[in-house]
């Protein structure tokens, strides 16, 4: 008999470049601009990252300034004021600061996001009986006519439907009814009811060109990837992408992470070396560094993960790339708190960084204060940074 022989492995089954998590970190890093700081444009860089989450109006400004320089805040205010740039319900449904060419892009195809999420909701039970298309209909003509809070709109919609709930006619037109948040709630240092109107009324006719899950893909690649088929799902809130990603497989370069998971990434996107080393940055409420992926070991080390979720806001920083910990501003006090031992260099950077942000953040004619407090795993009082640091300019 002749030599037994085995078939080669088809390309699919061949074993592919293993990525480890410390290089998924770099590589997140990099692609999110906090490897090192970028001098890019506010609307530029909003669209590379693809949004920045924006539940916290004031969020996306921390956002940009840990990752450009230089970065005017007053620079991003104008882009909104000037409906350049909108705050809507995008990506899992959550509201999102985005272009506004980016908002006709992105929001047709979130709508499925966005109904998922009122279907599963106690509030779609309500509307029973509701029709909805003229429920949206008329939610539109108010909505353009005179921007509304959300319980504004529902005491309207009321006075046609007095029998259902205005809470859940609200809701439903926020989820279903392409609408944005306008100023002057988002602006930098004011405040505002959120309130809402239609996209088409603040914005006018918006360019759907490059609307297709295959664009948002390779996007969200570009900012957060290399990346499993589970992390984009999770990212989008979108489900069913496999045969879309599927079609596109020849096209994107293919790894491996440390448990033999497939990861899928642009052709051209940064790996940088694993040993790079990562500046300490302060991350807002909710940053898409955080919640991009299905697997966040690659940013957040497991045995904090739930340090970090007990902050409502998940306000974190990084030190050597990883959550060491939480943050939050009372005042003009900037408290943070580490979730592991910081050896000396990483204490002083992180101090440096801390003050940095601290004159960010508080008005012009206040002194910001730093508390560098104790973490569970060190004895002694807690260490504060000197009172009254030197103000940079931003």
Not at 269 to 291: E, K, S, W, Y
Not at 296 to 318: G, K, V
Not at 347 to 368: C, K
């Amino acid at each position: 008999m002749g030599k037994r022989t085995r078939n080669a492995p088809s390309p699919s089954r061949r074993r592919r470049h293993v990525l480890s998590c410390r290089g998924l970190n770099r590589a997140l890093l990099a692609r999110q601009m906090l490897l090192s700081r970028h001098p890019r444009g506010v609307a530029e860089a909003v669209e590379q990252l693809v949004g920045l989450q924006a539940q916290e109006p004031q969020a996306p400004y921390l956002g940009l300034w840990s990752r450009l320089d230089p970065f005017a805040p007053r620079e991003l205010s104008e882009l909104i004021a000037s409906r350049r740039a909108v705050r809507g319900g995008l990506m899992r449904a959550t509201i999102h600061l985005v272009t506004a060419r980016d908002w006709g892009r992105l929001r047709p195809l979130m709508s499925p996001v966005l109904a998922r999420n009122f279907a599963s909701s106690p509030f779609s039970k309500q509307l029973a009986g509701v029709d909805v298309d003229q429920l949206l209909a008329i939610a539109r003509r108010l909505l353009a006519e005179q921007p509304s809070t959300r319980a504004e709109a529902g005491s309207l919609l009321a006075e046609r439907w007095p029998e259902v709930d205005p809470t859940s006619l609200a809701y439903a037109v926020s989820c279903l009814e392409p609408i944005v948040q306008i100023p002057p709630r988002g602006l930098w240092r004011q405040s505002g009811q959120a309130r809402w109107t239609t996209a088409k009324a603040w914005l006018g006719h918006q360019d759907n060109r490059d609307t297709s899950p295959e664009h948002l893909i390779l996007r969200y690649l570009a900012a957060s990837g290399p990346a499993t088929v589970q992390d984009i799902q999770t990212w989008s809130g979108l489900t069913g992408l496999r045969p879309v990603i599927d079609e596109q497989r020849d096209k994107l370069r293919r790894f491996e992470d440390g448990h033999g998971r497939a990861l899928l990434d642009i052709p051209d996107g940064p790996l940088p070396d694993p040993d790079t080393p990562a500046p300490p940055r302060f991350l807002p409420p909710f940053d898409n560094a955080i919640l991009a992926h299905a697997d966040r070991t690659r940013i957040i080390p497991p045995e904090h993960r739930q340090a970090i979720s007990n902050d409502r806001l998940m306000r974190t920083f990084l030190l050597d790339g990883y959550v060491a910990g939480n943050w939050q501003l009372d005042g003009t006090t900037l408290h943070i708190h580490p979730i592991r031992p910081l050896p000396d260099a990483e204490r002083q950077a992180l101090e440096e960084e801390a003050i940095r942000l601290a004159a960010f953040l508080t008005p012009d004619n206040a002194e910001p204060d730093v508390h560098l407090h104790p973490t569970s795993d060190t004895a002694g009082a807690r260490t504060a940074v000197p009172r009254h640091p030197r103000r940079r300019s931003v």
